[in-house]
Each structure stands twice: as C-alpha cells, then as structure tokens.
C-alpha cells in the first residue's frame, strides 16, 4: 500500500544484497527489471482488465449502477474506476489516505487522476464534496470497491453496509466473521491469484537462467 514501481525497485535491490538477485521476492517492478511486457499492467491494472467479463457476467448491473464508491484511489482503485467510468458505469464517492469525496451526479475521474498526482491525494478535488472517510462504507450505494487497507468490512460494521454488491479489490478486505455476516460478490481472487502466477513465472525463469 501507498508504493509504486520505484518502491519496489528498492527492495528489489535490497534484497539482491544480501540474498542475490531473485525478481520474484517483490511483485510490481518497473518492466525493465524483467522480462515480463506485462508486469505494469497486472501489477496496477490486473483488477480493473480482468474484470470486463465478470462485469459483462453480471448483465452490466455494475457499469449501469448510478452509485459506485471506491475505497482506496491508488495502483487498483484508480484503475478500477477508471476502467468502470469509461465503460458507464457512474463513481459519485473515493477516498484514499487524504481524504474522501462524492459528487452525487458522478465524478469525472480524468480530471480526479490529474488532481492526485499534482496534490498526492483526492482531499481538495473541486468537482466534488468533503466527506468523512469512515461513512464511505456505509453509505447507501450500489457498488462499493474496497480497494484499499485489509479488514476495512468486519463484524463491528458489516450490518451497516448498505451496498447491493462488494467488489473486493484489496487483500482481505473483508474479515471471516464479515463474511458470516454480509456475504459479497467478491473479486480478490483473481488479482491476487494473477499476483501469484506472475511470482511463479519469474521465480522459474530465473532458475532457467
């Protein structure tokens, strides 16, 4: 959380260090430190490209939804709204470490990217309203895009949630006992498994080398 490609530069090279160069001990490397042509893209955008079937599987419920709140803007949350406003699909709430903020007729999330790189965050964006960060869960929506911190849906808050469907896009983002509770449409799976496969491959190929 909160890291990029040069972040995980760093630890590569740390790591190397001490334990000779092994590509696969971080995911989410600049492309030219392997040979992997996909490394950015299933690294910031593998929940957001891996989803258009099961988002078309769902009868576009998601893309036609006029309330799309997503919890984290960072390498998946911006991805994922991006992909989903390009397609129809209405985001009208995000928050990330800054701040939070919805514009109920939607938020245009061009004008949202460009304003998160010049300020590091969404806190201040103009074509929206403040909001407190801890009401993004429960307020009332279509699809809610836990994209964020892991645990953020739990036993404490479950029974607050009012979304029709949870996309889950962070790690765990949902405890055990919030599972008991709200059952979501979920789609952790795939990133992290496509995580996973990638550190898979490298760790092959570099044994190959």
Known sequence: MGTNAQTMAWILDEY???HGYSPAVVTGKPIILVDLCVEKQLQ????SLRRRPF???MGRALLDSDSLF???FGNVGSWAVQLISEN???VVAVSDISGAIKNSKGIHIP???KHTVANRGVKGFSWADPIDPNSILVEDCDVLIPAALGGVINREN???I????IVEAANHPTDPEADEIYMPTLGESLSVTSSGFRIFRVSCETRRN
């Open 162 to 165: 009012k979304a029709k469907f």
């Open 16 to 18: 190397a260090k001490f």
């Open 158 to 160: 479950a029974n607050e």
């Open 55 to 57: 988002l078309m599987n």
């Open 111 to 113: 004008s949202l990217l």
């Open 70 to 72: 997503s919890l984290g």
């Open 88 to 90: 129809g699909g209405k």
């Open 44 to 47: 910031e955008g593998e929940y």
